[in-house]
């Protein structure tokens, strides 16, 4: 089952741009993680934001959740080429163990 | 650093094999995932454990099964491989009984003829 749905499926802009992403869930939620996904790697967790959380930051990044329209959204400030990637948002199971329900994902490319 | 590592990056079977995937974590972590990723699917959860010896269904559990005999090992076994398990294989682990971070195996991707 698919919770998290990222838009848009592909985002290409230029060095020293601002990219925003953005993941829509379906379910109440406790928490909601962003992670990036380097071609053919593992995931790399980002941040992580809680239901009562409506905006977090760190460094570049910067994470918004509204829970009443069930959406989250990353923006990343100043793009670098070395941000290209895949990125996915991830919803816990609301009350229902440890394990989280991934997105398809938004690819990131950065031109210089 | 907290470190999950797979036991191949790369790996070929035959149809009928039997295939072993091996994760590997070294912080002590309760919570052990499988995942699998394919193109457009994004990532699927085929069984995760939160103690030893404890295992959970995730959503594509049919055709696998695990292993949790120690902590820090978590084995994922394709019975009877078949073509449609061609795939990226992530392994991750989580600390605590609560939804936290999760750590990522760099993957193994599988290949059966």
């Known amino acids: 089952s698919q919770q998290g749905e990222e838009d848009p499926q592909a985002l290409s802009i230029q060095e020293g741009e601002n990219a925003t992403m953005n993941c829509s869930y379906k379910?109440?939620?406790?928490?909601l993680q962003w992670y990036r996904q380097n071609s053919g790697r593992g995931l790399v967790h980002l941040i992580l934001?809680?239901?009562?959380?409506r905006e977090k930051h760190s460094g570049r990044l910067r994470v918004t959740l509204d829970t009443s329209k069930k959406s989250s959204s990353l923006l990343i400030t100043a793009s670098r080429a070395a941000d290209t990637a895949s990125y996915f948002c991830?919803?816990?199971?609301?009350?229902?163990?440890?394990?989280?329900?991934f997105g398809k994902g938004t690819t990131l490319s950065v031109s210089s | 650093d907290v470190k999950v590592t797979q036991s191949s990056r790369y790996l070929v079977k035959r149809t009928g094999e039997k295939v072993f995937l091996e994760c590997v974590q070294d912080?002590?972590?309760?919570?052990m995932f499988w995942y699998r990723q394919d193109p457009g699917l994004g990532l699927r959860l085929i069984y995760f454990?939160?103690?030893?010896?404890?295992?959970e269904k995730g959503d594509i559990p049919e055709g696998y099964s695990v292993s949790r005999e120690k902590k820090e090992r978590f084995s994922l076994i394709l019975e009877s491989a078949s073509t449609n398990q061609t795939s990226m294989y992530l392994c991750?682990?989580?600390?605590?009984?609560?939804?936290?971070?999760?750590?990522f195996g760099p993957g193994t991707r599988l290949t059966v003829l």
């Open positions: 991750a682990s989580s600390p605590g009984a609560l939804v936290n971070e999760q750590f």
């Open positions: 379910t109440s939620i406790n928490n």
């Open positions: 934001i809680r239901s009562n959380e």
């Open positions: 991830a919803t816990d199971r609301y009350q229902a163990g440890t394990a989280l329900i």
């Open positions: 912080m002590d972590h309760e919570n």
């Open positions: 454990s939160y103690d030893v010896k404890m295992k």
